[in-house]
């Protein structure tokens, strides 16, 4: 056992971890949530929504702690790779060829996020919701903060999820990196609570995501939003939605006119609830408060 090359594996993957979870939250964090605080009707997907401070301050601390969790896993596995433990990765394409080193990548990010799809899906029945996936739903106005901010048990799940390939098909580094930075990525985006668009046709925009933390039960997709639509979990008009209304409950409910993130309706009706408020404060009281209101109830 060599423990110091153990140790500078560990440093590695953790503070490479903490650098890619805290730089693009904080950078996104001055530049909409502090420098364009007073204008959210223009980025906010939920411009009359603001997280409390203590929740702000709790999704930190619990995503850098499963940060640092995960990071220090990927450490260990990182030093049994180093020291010829079994896995399946090879580091020279030459060995199998570019045409499969791509293909095989392409497949382990599709594999893997169908695989995560079901096991978020899992996490929404009602024992599993109200043990562990509930840690994460209490943040219903997240922010990139919140990407990671989960029950550790979770966290730790999604991994050994996404991992596991790794030691049955042969896959390169290379692929799995690129692949998990993307994951990590649009994990950030669709929890910041900004109006992204979507980049890819495959991915929803950010209030795709978001409004799984409004409905609960609703719109599973990691990144492929794909999925949502082939097993009709994919959030409908006419329905409704709220924390007891678990997805089991909701089957054999009539096919309903799925909602279009294209148009943008739930920025609309937002945007209509902020004017309202905003005209009812300048009505009532001249004296005007801090926007900071509490979190939705539904
Ligand atoms: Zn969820
Ligand atoms: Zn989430």
Known sequence: MDWLLLLKCIAITVSG??????????????????????????????????APKRLAKEERQL???NMITVSMVSGVL????????FSMLYFDVAQYGWA?????????????????YW????????????????????????????????????TLTFQAITLAPIFIVPLHPGGV??????QHSVSLIDHSGIRFSMIFPWQGPAAFHDDHHTYFHVNFAQTIHWW?????????????????????????RPHAKRLSYTTGPIEGRSLARLKKRQKRRSQS??????????????
């Open 17 to 50: 971890g903490i650098f890619i979870y805290w730089v693009p939250s904080l950078i996104l964090d001055a530049l909409y949530y502090k420098q364009r605080r007073h204008q959210p009707e223009q980025w906010k997907v939920q411009p009359d929504r603001w």
């Open 63 to 65: 995503g850098t702690l």
């Open 78 to 85: 990182y030093y049994h790779v180093k020291m010829g433990g």
């Open 100 to 116: 499969y080193t791509i293909t095989s990548t392409v497949a382990f990010f599709i594999v893997g996020d169908f695989s995560l």
């Open 119 to 154: 096991a978020h899906r899992w996490m929404h029945r009602k024992v599993l919701y109200k043990f562990v996936h509930r840690f994460h739903h209490r943040f219903r106005t997240p922010s990139a903060f919140t990407a990671i901010a989960s029950h550790p048990f979770e």
């Open 177 to 182: 990196i690129a692949v998990l930075l993307y």
């Open 228 to 252: 949502d639509h082939l097993f009709g979990t994919w959030r409908c008009e006419e329905l409704s939605y709220g924390e007891e209304s678990f997805v089991e409950d909701q089957t054999g």
């Open 285 to 298: 009281d001249s004296q005007s408060k801090p926007d900071v209101s509490l979190e939705a109830s539904s």
